[in-house]
């Protein structure tokens, strides 16, 4: 029976050895997966011969299955822990899949037996890069330099392909860039092979919380927290994330209801939850914009609009809302330049007509606004007009200012024409009506270069004949002896003559 048992164990032996050469060919030819079935098999005859774990390990490693590579060499140096060749194969795995000091901890092992053996200075090289851009990598996510963090990744997954954990950290920093599509693209790639990888779904609920979907977002961190309850990162955003959400809600609701004021709050507590969340925030400024033009506040509600574009360049509603506002604030020239890039990005029947109101509104604008000059609104009505034509004439009348400078001499008298000017067109319900239509000021019945604001004056206030109001002493009055004035203050048939 001895002898039978002996011979049954020869014969194993010496078909586990023929495997393994048969192995040893395949892979000579890069047939990597039948070298691997070959070895398996031999291991299966001789479980306890570390060479066929070792071989299997470097069949592995050559088709890029790092962590089977691993555990395959380590069990070969649990049978044999002077194996070079094992521990040379454990640095490499251990380097492919990002585990540098462990990588070192092996290479070591490596000169302790041949301190000259060359592979293991070149790969002890290698660990020290990936441990040096990994530690650099951690401090510049601390310190929010994320481009920095993403060189360092990009460093240490050169010499690290396998390593989840360098891929995790690279697509969060891109995250954090705003580069969504490539981090998300990241990700899905790693929960392809490592669907329960707790890191990448928070990432990936990371991309979506910046890109404002909020309840996917919520619910990867939430199945983040199941597989990782400690996850302090997931369970920070989930909290952001919850608390945005809620506010801005509220805040809509509150808009809804007509609650001007308590929206305005609910989103400004929004805006101070995450900074970060730039597409979020472009959002809720836009919405406090609406806000203030609701509670009429236009100037608040192109800044808020600004602060949108700023985060949005692209941001349609916001330069919308902005150039609304622009018109409102009779802004025309910055209303025409928002509304053509509105019509840039949308062409819509109603956004060209917009633009074409806004240019209509600027050329308006370029005339002299009569309504300004007295000081009244377009609403203004005739009994209105004439107070303020009173009040304006009596105010910029040459003989009020017959004893200053003729600088101001002079400026009054252009002020004094102009109020004539004003008057003249909106007391009369025709010029006024095509004034109001954006006629020019030429096309109006020649314009005015004969215009005499002497005669409407005289209308309102007659012929004193013992002075003036404006004179200087008794009621004689100094005069404007350019203007036709003389002691007598204010004679009758006066005329005034304008450089």
């Known amino acids: 029976m001895e002898n039978s048992t002996e011979n049954h164990m020869e014969t194993n032996e010496d078909v586990a050895e023929a495997k393994k050469s048969e192995g040893n060919c395949c892979y000579k030819k890069r047939d990597y997966e039948a070298a691997i079935q070959l070895y398996t098999e031999a291991i299966e005859m001789c479980p306890d011969c570390a060479n066929y774990y070792n071989n299997r390990a470097a069949a592995f490693i050559m088709l890029d299955k790092y962590q089977q590579g691993l555990e395959d060499v380590q069990r070969a140096l649990r049978i044999d822990n002077t194996l070079i060749k094992g521990y040379l194969r454990e640095a490499k795995c251990h380097i492919a899949l990002g585990f540098a000091d462990a990588a070192i901890r092996s290479l070591n092992q490596v000169v302790d037996f041949e301190p000259g053996n060359k592979q293991a200075q070149s790969e002890m090289r290698a660990a020290k890069m990936v441990q040096h851009h990994d530690q650099d990598g951690h401090k510049a996510f601390d310190a929010g330099d994320y481009r920095k963090v993403v060189y360092n990744m990009d460093r240490a997954i050169d010499h690290s392909p396998a390593c989840t954990k360098f891929k995790v950290k690279r697509a969060e920093a891109l995250a954090k860039m705003k580069r969504f599509t490539e981090a998300s693209q990241a990700v899905n790639g790693i929960l392809m092979r490592e669907p329960r990888n707790a890191d990448a779904i928070y990432v990936r609920g990371l991309c979506l919380y910046y890109q404002d979907n909020m309840d996917k977002a919520l619910q990867h961190f939430q199945q983040t927290l199941k597989l990782a309850p400690d996850h302090s990162s997931a369970r920070v955003a989930f909290k952001k994330c919850k608390l945005l959400k809620s506010k801005k809600e509220e805040g809509n609701e509150r808009f809804k209801g007509g609650r001007y004021k308590e929206a305005y709050d609910l989103y400004t507590e929004a805006l101070e939850v995450d900074p970060l969340n730039v597409n979020t925030n472009a959002k809720i400024y836009c919405n406090r914009a609406t806000v203030c033009s609701k509670l009429k506040k236009p100037d608040q509600a192109i800044l808020d609009c600004n602060k949108a574009l700023e985060l949005d360049p692209d941001y349609l509603k916001a330069l919308m809302r902005r150039a609304k506002c622009y018109k409102e ?47 009244i609104s377009k609403n203004a009505t005739d009994d209105e007009i004439k107070k303020a034509y009173k009040k304006h004439a009596l105010l910029h009348h040459p003989d009020r200012h017959s004893s200053k400078s003729e600088e101001v001499q002079k400026a009054e008298e252009v002020k004094f024409k102009e109020v004539g000017e004003a008057y003249s067109v909106l007391s009369d319900s025709k010029k006024k009506m095509r004034y109001d239509s954006g006629q020019d000021l030429e096309e109006m019945d020649g314009g005015f270069g004969g215009f005499d604001p002497s005669q409407i004056f005289t209308s309102f206030f007659g012929h004193p004949g013992g002075g003036f109001p404006f004179g200087g002493h008794g009621g004689g009055g100094g005069g404007h002896r350019d203007s036709g004035y003389y002691g007598g203050g204010f004679p009758g048939g006066f005329q005034f003559q304008y450089g």
């Open 329 to 375: 604030t009779e802004q025309y020239e910055e209303a025409v330049r928002d509304y053509e890039k509105v019509c840039q990005m949308d062409r819509s029947r109603e956004n060209k007509a917009a633009l074409q109101d806004a240019k209509f509104e600027l050329k308006k604008s370029k005339r002299k606004d009569y309504y300004k000059m007295l000081n």
